[in-house]
Nanobody, 128 residues
Framework: QVQLVESGGGLVQAGGSLRLSCATS????????MGWFRQAPGKEREFVAA????????YYGDSVKGRFAISRDNAKNTLYLQMNSLKPEDTAVYYCAARSRLNFYDPTLGRSLDYDYWGPGSQVTVSS
């Protein structure tokens, strides 16, 4: 069982930036595909970004492309999400997720069911 814990959320004005971190209990996260999702009140969980095991490839949801950047430090067992040019519509609980399965899947689909472990979430609120 892998435990994930997000941090770095908070209140920021529109146009500002935040960096989320996701610490893990895994001995090493280099075997996991990692991702970020978010969920706003009354809405379905939305794919934000994903990154492959060795950071070769990253994927983003359409609503955050060009503004958010996902990265990972396998030596520190930590995942990051740099969020720039934040908008009020980015307000949501942000979740870190890890995928341990090795079978093929399409990361561009951004499906939450493709991930095996989840953090409790971190609230991000963007004021206008």
């Amino acid at each position: 069982q892998v435990q994930l814990v997000e941090s770095g959320g908070g209140l920021v004005q529109a146009g500002g930036s935040l960096r989320l971190s996701c610490a893990t209990s895994a001995r090493t996260i280099r075997y996991y595909v990692m991702g970020w999702f978010r969920q706003a009140p009354g809405k379905e969980r939305e794919f934000v970004a994903a990154i492959t095991r060795s950071s070769d490839n990253t994927y983003y949801g359409d609503s955050v492309k060009g503004r958010f950047a996902i990265s990972r430090d396998n030596a520190k067992n930590t995942l990051y999400l740099q969020m720039n040019s934040l908008k009020p519509e980015d307000t949501a609980v942000y979740y870190c997720a890890a995928r341990s399965r090795l079978n093929f899947y399409d990361p561009t689909l951004g499906r939450s069911l493709d991930y095996d472990y989840w953090g409790p979430g971190s609230q991000v609120t963007v004021s206008s």
